[in-house]
């Protein structure tokens, strides 16, 4: 089964609106980390935000939040007041801390494009 | 400060012939990882180094795969006996460690490599 599933090839949004990336994951490790990362056409993986299996409150940087809703196993990143800059592939990724894996499982991507 | 390098940043070989890939990670980061990333997918983990520890080669996909890492310094993933399949883009990471439970991956650049 994968671990993370993103199920958004591509979204667009309006610049200067919000929009919501989906991600669900699977795990049965109590104590796991999910991450966002951005990546533009350049390449490189950018960091976007952190939520911990523990925290009890939505992690938040920024323009960029994220929806944490455990039972559900869901952690979609919203981002406000969307840039023209904003558009890139985004991915969702786990970390699993009491498995002892030492790798971040990706999902497969979304590709995001803002419209001016 | 500087980021994590990687080189070549494109490589072209022809099917059979070895390939060497180099990450040098941000000055003071104990854990290195090594990703593979095909055409539009997601990253796929490699390998893991963490200070003088046996490394993590669970994600190495075949023996002609190998990696290795002097102290806290610079990675090579070499591929021996390329093959086409082989053509992706290579993503080394480091981070602070994994001793923390929140933690971030530093990204570099990527290198391209095509086999044909």
Known sequence: AQKITQTQPGMFVQEKEAVTLDCTYDTSDPSYGLFWYKQPSSGEMIFLIYQGSYDQQNATEGRYSLNFQKARKSANLVISASQLGDSAMYFCAMREFQTGANNLFFGTGTRLTVIP | ?116
Request: aromatic share 10%; with cysteine.
């Open chain 2, 1 to 116: 400060g500087a980021g994590v390098s990687q080189s070549p940043s494109n490589k072209v070989t022809e099917k059979g012939k070895d390939v060497e890939l180099r990450c040098d990670p941000i000055s003071g980061h104990t854990a290195l990882y090594w990703y593979r990333q095909r055409l539009g997918q997601g990253l796929e983990f490699l390998i893991y180094f963490q200070d003088n520890s046996a490394p993590d080669k669970s994600g190495l996909p075949s023996d002609r795969f190998s990696a290795e890492r002097t102290g806290e310094s610079v990675s090579t993933l070499t591929i021996q006996r390329t093959q086409q399949e082989d053509s992706a883009v290579y993503l080394c990471a480091s981070s602070q460690g994994s001793g923390t439970v929140s933690y971030e991956q530093y990204f570099g650049p990527g290198t391209r490599l095509t086999v044909t």
